[in-house]
């Protein structure tokens, strides 16, 4: 009876996840990237430059030197 209950709850947990990582897939934001800064990252400065010019988010991103990348909405 307790295998029965595991397979039971483990299944509809699997269910459960499968249908919310499958409806936030569906839900498409618009999202557009811009290089702030192709040969330098400083990770501070580039989070607030993206944040001040397009309300997003910066990240620093490749190898060295690193580049600044903002995500913002593409609507804004």
Known sequence: MAKISFTIIFAFALI???I????G????D???????D???CDLTKCRA???QQYHGI???IGRNPYKCICIYDCSS
Do not use: E, Q, W, Y
Not at 20 to 23: D, H, P, V
Not at 25 to 28: D, I, N
Not at 30 to 36: A, E, G, N, R
């Open 58 to 60: 910066g990240h620093c």
């Open 16 to 18: 459960f996840t499968v």
């Open 25 to 28: 897939a569906m839900m498409t």
């Open 49 to 51: 430059n993206c944040i």
């Open 30 to 36: 618009d999202k557009c990237s811009k290089v702030l």
């Open 38 to 40: 192709p040969n330098n």
């Open 20 to 23: 919310s990582r499958t409806s």
